[in-house]
């Protein structure tokens, strides 16, 4: 078959199945997981001519992937448990509202800032596992919680796990291809030295996007979950918006300048937490009247998880706020000593603990293997230390400490079925490539990409970041989906005669605006506060700042390339910014009409 269009309408047709059951029909990821399995598996034998090893060794290769996914969700649920039996929750609760009563300013100081920082240290979705439980036991509607946790999973995502999306998947993605070598040789470049340039790129392109993330997030908070559904009241904390989004999107861009791709996400988030929560004590910037969530007997059911927020607290803050927070600063530290490098090998210990992992080579006879199960390097091994430094600096008994571990084990459970169908399906998609068919064609995502291209032609730059969230969609990484597309953007970039570095960076930023709808995220986030099951509810949210984000990258980069002028970039453009002032307006407007929340509600 060598028609490109069919077959990437054939390549689109479990991401598209699995898109219309999650956000059309409103299925759980639990039946709908299994249906976009059947659907690649068909699609597979039948066009791609997998064999069946291939498909069995993938889907043996999917399960193993999704244990380690479940392996982080555990570590960060039975910390949480752990927390709440020993009263720390309720100081870690206590402290933000000293620092304001305001809901919006705890989210951008917990999801924006401390979930960037954690993005940079650990990666893997672990902002998202970390920030949701947290706001959750601040008072937040679960799914609240865990669409903030997501929305965040953008910015810092490209240099997340110490830049492992641009040192792995960018470098890893071109090296070794005659064109890269070729434009290396000609400019007497390392590929490192390449790669660093890219990672430059990509930390322009997230500055200028990132900045109004906190914002969104916000009117996203206040529309979606306010007493009055008002997009307007979030803007009401924009000064304090937009100065959390440049004390980490400034930096951040420092460090990639000047550092590398290691540092952006981690000491950017780091940086801003710092000079925010400091100024946010002194009121800096605060919004006039603190907002709050309505009454929890008018919230909508769909909001609330099977976690009581209220299981979570005692009312009784005795605890200091040094050993409340310790046992997260325990967690960030193991991530930042293993994780940044040292040496020029890298992080000897770092290399050390993941080299300990079971591997299966060359599953049931195919070229597919996994070590995936580092077990004593994933960020939830770092979970457990924490977990069980806790039981001493917190002085915790036998029958809280068995109370812990049943909450997380009955938490866990659900997000493992979820999680054990969804991964399958990923690693089929993705291992449909020339080892493992026999029909010579490309992997499915190369092939739709490739016809995505044949049609944008010369407009390619606009569409590039599409692929990346495409990818990391389907991967649930942007490490990932920097692996399957680099060498293709840099390719596309070249046959078209632009800058090739662009349009990779294009790439890896997409990748990242990716991660806020992958379904294994989705699923994993939700699992740290109960709600599973209603991840189609959450795309449907997340997806809206994920298009401003693809729109704006797209935009930017097509006129970082062809320049100012009457076409595709400078007009997308000019019509996200209208559109974004309009709502700027009309939201404004509309909550000016509304009675202003005075009072918190108490929760």
Not at 76 to 82: F, G, R, S, V
Not at 114 to 124: H, R
Not at 262 to 279: M, R, S, T, Y
Not at 381 to 396: D, E, P, R, S
Request: aromatic share 10%.
């Amino acid at each position: 078959m060598e028609n490109l269009a069919l077959l990437s309408l054939l390549a689109l047709a479990p991401i598209l199945t699995i898109g219309v059951l999650l956000v059309g029909f409103r299925w759980p990821a639990i039946k709908a997981m299994p249906v976009g399995y059947v659907v690649v598996v068909i699609i597979g034998f039948a066009v791609w001519r997998m064999s069946f090893a291939s498909v069995a060794a993938s889907t043996v290769q999917g399960i193993l992937i999704a244990l380690s996914i479940l392996y982080i969700v555990f570590g960060a649920l039975l910390l949480l448990a752990t927390l709440s039996e020993s009263g720390a929750v309720d100081t870690i609760r206590t402290g933000f509202t000293s620092i304001s009563a305001d809901r919006r300013v705890q989210v951008i100081i917990i999801a924006w800032l401390f979930g960037a920082f954690i993005e940079g240290a650990a990666g893997f979705g672990t902002p998202a596992a970390v920030a949701a439980p947290l706001l959750l036991a601040l008072g937040f509607p679960a799914m609240a919680a865990v669409m903030s946790g997501l929305i965040i999973q953008s910015t810092p995502v490209s240099f997340g796990a110490a830049g492992t999306p641009i040192l792995v998947g960018v470098t890893e993605g071109l090296r070794g291809a005659g064109p890269v070598n070729t434009l290396l040789s000609e400019r007497g470049l390392e590929l490192a030295q390449y790669a660093d340039g890219i990672a430059v790129r990509v930390a322009t392109l997230h500055a200028v996007a990132g900045s109004l993330i906190p914002l969104i997030l916000a009117c996203m908070l206040t529309g979606f979950f306010g007493q009055n559904r008002s997009f307007g009241e979030g803007l009401g904390v924009w000064k304090f918006a937009l100065f959390a989004a440049f004390s980490m999107t400034v930096p951040y861009l420092f460090f990639a300048a000047t550092l590398g791709p290691e540092f952006p996400a981690l000491l950017g988030g780091l940086v801003g937490l710092f000079i925010v929560v400091f100024a946010a004590r002194r009121g800096f910037l605060m919004p006039d009247e603190p907002w709050d969530f309505g009454p929890r007997s008018e919230w909508e059911d769909d909001w609330m998880g099977n976690v009581d927020p209220d299981s979570l607290t005692s009312g009784n803050a005795t605890m200091s706020t040094v050993r409340a927070w310790s046992p997260y600063l325990i967690v960030a530290l193991l991530l930042v000593i293993t994780r940044i490098p040292v040496t020029a090998e890298g992080n000897p210990l770092g290399n050390y603990l993941s080299g300990i992992a079971p591997v299966w080579n060359n599953i049931f006879g195919t070229e597919i293997s996994d070590d995936s199960l580092a077990i004593f390097y994933l960020p939830g091994f770092m979970f457990l230390v924490a977990v069980l430094i806790t039981y001493v600096i917190h002085g915790m008994g036998p029958a809280q400490i068995a109370r812990s571990w049943r909450t997380a084990g009955r938490q866990v459970f659900g997000a493992a079925f979820a999680l054990l169908l969804a991964l399958p399906m990923v690693r089929v998609f993705i291992n449909s490539s020339e080892e493992f068919n026999a029909s010579g064609l490309a992997s499915m995502p190369l092939t739709l990409a490739e016809g995505v291209a044949s049609l944008a032609g010369s407009t390619w730059p606009f569409f590039a970041p599409i692929i990346g969230a495409l990818g990391a969609f389907v991967a649930g990484s942007n490490t990932v989906s920097n692996l399957t597309f680099s060498l293709f953007q840099f390719g596309t970039a070249s046959n078209i005669g632009v800058t090739e570095s662009v349009v990779v960076a294009a790439q890896a930023v997409g990748g990242a605006a990716g991660n806020m709808i992958t379904v294994h995220n989705v699923v994993a986030a939700s699992a740290t506060v109960g709600l599973l099951g209603r991840e189609g509810a959450l795309i449907r949210k997340t997806i809206l700042p994920m298009t401003y984000y693809l729109l704006l990258a797209g935009s930017l980069t097509f006129i970082w390339i062809y320049g100012l002028g009457f076409n595709l970039g400078t007009i997308g453009l000019l019509v996200l910014i209208g559109i974004l002032v309009a709502l700027a307006v009309v939201g404004r407007r509309s909550a000016k009409r509304r009675r202003p929340q005075h009072q918190r509600t108490p929760v």
